[in-house]
């Protein structure tokens, strides 16, 4: 299954209160990640998420602003999702719903929340220590009423995501909240800076939420954790030179790579398969070998066994 975005529902709250009652996204399926961004124009306390939801971070900004998001792994998903914390606050809160994502545990990485006092939320980057086909989640929230945002390059906003308050414009009487998403291949994943449209500075904070994809057709280690082969954050890279039970544990810049000056070049323009397709064939020839920069810094293990008992 591939990562995808589902739905998201957004809720806006233009009068100061001490809670956001936010409904579920449409056509949600078991073992959907939801995810509840919560962005408060006056910080009265911390958040009490509705049950299930793990929080993923917190972060105040500005004189008074607060970011926070949650999420939950959904199960029979239905009704409206209660959040709540002390005193009142004029807030956005927006629920995203994304398919295909890691069955097992989070799936989710993210940053160092960012914060700044500028037109251009820049979300930080987010590592999940692997490349894969992967979906992020750009979120930035601001102090003032906006009109909406200009989202980082690639990025897609759902019509529904934006949302601002009514009222007044100074600082800390409003709270702005937008979400977009782009799929990729590849690991860490930095979306960018945003526009926020019709002001020219505003305290924001803004964050970057990354989706391990669920494992499909794995074998091995990856079938016995329900992950890519990663152990302790470690990855492993099979190398078909490299006889059979061995194993060099190492930083991969630890190993200077080396390739020999003579590269033999050969092509073939008169055999049978050559002259019937009118194709010329190239083989290219390169020995090339690597050498240990420090010792002291790699681990060789070989001849050994594994005991399954």
């Known amino acids: 299954m591939v990562l995808a975005f589902r739905s998201n529902t957004i809720l806006i709250q233009s009068t100061a209160n001490a809670a956001c009652d936010i409904g579920a996204p449409a056509s949600i399926a078991d073992d959907d990640i939801l995810i509840f961004v919560i962005d408060r124009a006056v910080v009265t306390g911390a958040i009490v998420w509705p049950t299930d939801f793990v929080e993923l971070w917190t972060a105040d900004y500005g004189g008074d602003g607060n970011l926070a998001a949650a999420w939950k792994r959904a199960s029979s998903e239905s009704g409206t999702y209660n959040a709540t914390w002390t005193g009142n606050s004029r807030n956005v809160g927006i629920m995203y719903a994304i398919s295909g994502a890691d069955t ?29 086909a992967r979906l992020a989640i750009a979120v930035y929230g601001c102090e003032r009423k906006a009109d909406s945002f200009t989202q980082p390059s690639g990025y897609t906003e759902p019509s529904s995501s934006d949302g601002s308050t009514s009222g007044g414009g100074a ?29 020219s500075s505003a305290d924001w904070a803004a964050q970057t939420i990354v989706f391990d994809p669920a494992i499909t057709g794995v074998s091995g280690d990856a079938a016995l954790i329900g992950k890519e082969q990663n152990p302790l954050g470690i990855p492993i890279h099979e190398v078909g030179v490299i006889p059979d039970y061995k194993i060099i544990l190492t930083n991969p810049k630890n190993l200077i790579v080396g390739i020999r000056s003579q590269i033999k070049l050969r092509k073939a323009v008169a055999d049978r398969t050559a002259i019937a397709t009118d194709t010329r064939f190239y083989m290219a020839t390169i020995r090339e070998d690597f050498a240990i920069e420090e010792y002291d810094a790699i681990s060789i293990c070989e001849e050994f066994d594994f005991d399954w008992a």
């Open 171 to 199: 600082q800390g009487q409003h709270s702005t909240l937008g979400l977009s998403h782009r799929t990729y291949t590849g690991q860490a994943e930095n979306p960018g800076t945003a526009a926020i449209v019709s002001t």
């Open 104 to 132: 097992s545990g989070n799936p989710t990485t993210v940053g160092t929340a960012a914060t700044g006092t500028t037109a251009s939320p820049d979300p930080p980057s987010a590592d999940p220590g692997s490349s894969a």
